[in-house]
C-alpha cells in the first residue's frame, strides 16, 4: 500500500470531528483551547484524541500529528 491508500484508508476510518481534532493538535493548541475552539468539553477532546490514537496507532499527541502529517490528512 502506498501512501496515498494509506490516507485514503485513514481518512475514511477517522471521523471528521476526529480530523478537526488532529488539525488543531497539529497547531500545538492545548486541549483546553481546542475544547473551547469546537464549543466542547476538554472531556470530549481528550475521548476523541484516544480514539484517533488507537486508529492511527500512536501513543502520544506528537506521533499522531506526525503521522497526520505524513498521509496527507493535516
Do not use: P, Y
Amino acid at each position: 500500500m502506498n501512501m496515498k491508500q494509506g490516507a485514503a484508508i485513514m481518512g475514511e476510518q477517522l471521523s471528521a470531528r476526529e480530523l478537526e481534532i488532529l488539525e488543531l493538535t497539529g497547531r500545538a493548541l492545548s486541549t483546553k483551547t481546542v475544547a473551547r475552539h469546537l464549543d466542547i468539553s476538554t472531556g470530549t477532546v481528550r475521548w476523541h484524541l484516544c480514539n484517533i490514537f488507537s486508529k492511527m496507532d500512536a501513543h502520544t499527541r506528537e506521533q499522531a500529528v506526525v503521522r497526520g502529517r505524513e498521509l496527507g490528512l493535516i
